[in-house]
């Protein structure tokens, strides 16, 4: 589902996120990212979601080698992938419905089209009902899940979370992780990014862990 070999990514300042890096996520699994500030956990989401290039390597993902991969391309490999950030960026002055429903919206859907597969996300995400509120009324945790519920609207074949319980205190953000849980449970595939140690341990998935942009670990928990 994704696979990079021998991926380096180096900026234009010398810097270099990944060094060359090697790893395989199957099909269905959910996998924690780990590692200090700047270990590169975002760099590889990106690498991953094609908003940076590989300096060296290839990546392929859903099938698709990004390494090849044409510009016409791109928005079908983006349909694929569902991401989650720390902040959710919901619009203010959208209802909750508005920005669930904003991928749709996107690719020319109706409202009426929409209305469905909206109440279909919140329902997963336990906000259905509250369609007609808008953000600034929910509460953080509720802001969060909203932001799943969005990344979710399509029904990707991949989740990417960047560090999506950061804001949160421990109870919310164990709430969120058995979220991610519930989505694993059918059939979604999961790299959700975390500085969490003792609450992704809980979870007993394999973890991934990057010091300087290198793979130092890759272990599954029991």
Same mark, same amino acid.
């Given at each position: 589902?994704?696979?990079?070999?021998?991926?380096?990514?180096?900026?234009?300042?010398?810097?270099?996120?990944?060094?060359?890096?090697?790893?395989?996520?199957?099909?269905?699994?959910?996998?924690?990212?780990?590692?200090?500030?700047?270990?590169?956990?975002?760099?590889?989401?990106?690498?991953?979601?094609?908003?940076?290039?590989?300096?060296?390597?290839?990546?392929?993902?859903?099938?698709?080698?990004?390494?090849?991969?044409?510009?016409?391309?791109?928005?079908?490999?983006?349909?694929?992938?569902?991401?989650?950030?720390?902040?959710?960026?919901?619009?203010?002055?959208?209802?909750?419905?508005?920005?669930?429903?904003?991928?749709?919206?996107?690719?020319?859907?109706?409202?009426?089209?929409?209305?469905?597969?909206?109440?279909?996300?919140?329902?997963?995400?336990? $906000?259905?009902? %509250?369609?007609? +509120?808008?953000?600034? &009324?929910?509460?953080?945790?509720?802001?969060?899940? /909203?932001? *799943? #519920?969005?990344?979710?609207?399509?029904?990707?074949?991949?989740?990417?979370?960047?560090?999506?319980?950061?804001?949160?205190?421990?109870?919310?953000?164990?709430?969120?992780?058995? $979220?991610?849980? %519930?989505?694993? +449970?059918?059939?979604? &595939?999961?790299?959700?990014?975390?500085?969490?140690? /003792?609450? *992704? #341990?809980?979870?007993?998935?394999?973890?991934?862990?990057?010091?300087?942009?290198?793979?130092?670990?890759?272990?599954?928990?029991?």
């Amino acid at each position: 589902m994704i696979e990079l070999s021998q991926v380096t990514k180096k900026y234009s300042n010398g810097f270099e996120a990944i060094k060359n890096l090697s790893l395989s996520i199957e099909k269905g699994e959910m996998v924690f990212l780990t590692g200090h500030s700047g270990a590169g956990k975002s760099t590889l989401l990106k690498l991953i979601t094609h908003l940076e290039k590989p300096t060296r390597g290839q990546i392929t993902v859903a099938g698709d080698n990004l390494t090849k991969l044409k510009l016409r391309h791109i928005p079908r490999l983006r349909r694929k992938l569902g991401v989650v950030f720390q902040n959710p960026q919901l619009l203010p002055k959208k209802t909750l419905f508005e920005n669930v429903a904003l991928p749709l919206l996107a690719t020319g859907s109706s409202y009426k089209e929409c209305a469905k597969s909206v109440r279909a996300s919140l329902d997963m995400v336990g $906000l259905l009902g %509250k369609e007609k +509120q808008y953000p600034p &009324t929910l509460s953080t945790g509720e802001q969060q899940r /909203a932001g *799943i #519920a969005r990344a979710i609207i399509n029904r990707p074949q991949i989740l990417l979370a960047d560090e999506p319980t950061g804001n949160l205190d421990p109870e919310l953000s164990a709430e969120i992780m058995h $979220l991610f849980e %519930k989505l694993h +449970q059918v059939g979604t &595939t999961a790299l959700i990014a975390s500085h969490d140690l /003792a609450l *992704i #341990a809980s979870m007993h998935h394999r973890i991934l862990t990057l010091d300087n942009g290198v793979l130092i670990n890759d272990q599954k928990i029991s």
